[in-house]
């Protein structure tokens, strides 16, 4: 007899932390994982030094540092329009992924069914096991990843919803969802009494002259949406583990007593240094939003010219590239794991397969993986001449 719990047998190693271990065990340059390869901003690495070096080093209230929770209200203030209570709606995580794991653990339970726009991050679906409820999958619809309306009302309809858990700028596609999308989402909520989820860790990382709208911002939203976000992206501290979840007072009560008996609380010194980020003035974000524009001018085109076919993100810093006319010209599968190893190997180059963000069925990521580029522009060079072998191979 096992002695591990049959819920945890459905949950596997994750493929994007696996495929990584292997890409830098093979000395590949990591396309794959979404981590930055620069440092953060040196008012904030010196104001980490400062906090280490100024005693926070003990334990701080456990739903965050007051300054902190004060700074990640008034920036919401700033940037959204809205205002959560420090004290009563605002919770410092470790991470994203546990401010999404305890959100999912706080609002449901055995039995339960969460709505998930696929593809989607891989945490998602543990949350959801853990807490013993069940998935419902609503695949975007290629290539454009679109919300399918009537899908989307079909799902409310049919399957007794708890919650919806979804993210924008959405990993892995690049989308960021339109107004008439999260309306479209609100109104079913509203109508069908759910809990939206929303992921919202690229909210900085926005092109073309769009715009990200937390749904919670929407009329008859703020009262049942669980807002996530976090530092690692826009900071580029994706090791410091420093996140957020934002919720009327019911819903952060419920999320807290998860935070408390699963991490006491997030790293004390580094919640200190996060009030120097999250105060950082509107010029930084403009750099930001500059900074990986030019990175996506850069990677998107390279890739075409390959024989991808790479969509220009409107978010985030990733691209779901087709490769089919590769695989053909090459004689390769579609198999998007397969042709994951095969970068690594001929070309010292990681991605990630795209059925990895597909739990309803891996397939649909056939023929396609994700690529990130928050990279150097070294580090780019050195892609290019990787991928020039790809390009003779190509051309022979």
Known sequence: MSFVAKRISNIHESVIRGLTVYANSQGAINLGQGSPDFGPPKELLEAAVEALQSGYNQYVPTWGLPELREA???????????????DTEVTVTCGVTEAVIS???AVIG???????????????YAG??????????LPLKPPNFELDADELRKAFVEKDLKAIIFNTPHNPSGRVFSLEELQLIADLCIEFDVIAISDEIYEHMVF?????????????????TITISGLSKTYSVTGWRIGYAIAQPELTTALRKVHDFTTICAPSPLQKAAVT????????????????????ERVIPMLNSLGFKAPSPSGAYYTMADF????????????????????IKHLGIGT????SFYKSDPNLGLGHVRFAFPKKDQTLDQVEERFEKLRKMMNT
Do not use: C
């Open 324 to 343: 089919t006319q590769i695989a053909d010209t090459l004689g390769l599968s579609y198999s998007d794991n397969d042709f994951s190893y095969w970068l």
């Open 110 to 124: 055995a039995g339960d069914n969460v709505l998930v726009l696929e593809p989607a991050h891989e945490n998602y």
């Open 352 to 355: 990630i397969p795209a059925g």
């Open 128 to 137: 959801i096991i853990f807490a013993g409820a069940n998935a419902v999958w």
């Open 72 to 86: 990640i209200s008034k920036k919401t203030e700033r940037f959204y329009g809205f205002l959560p209570n420090p």
């Open 208 to 224: 073309d002259g769009l715009k990200h709208i937390p749904i919670a911002t929407l009329d008859g939203m703020a009262d049942r």
């Open 103 to 105: 959100a999912l653990l």
């Open 277 to 296: 980020a999250i105060n950082f003035k509107q010029e930084y974000y403009d750099w930001l939003e500059h900074h990986y524009l030019e990175r996506r």
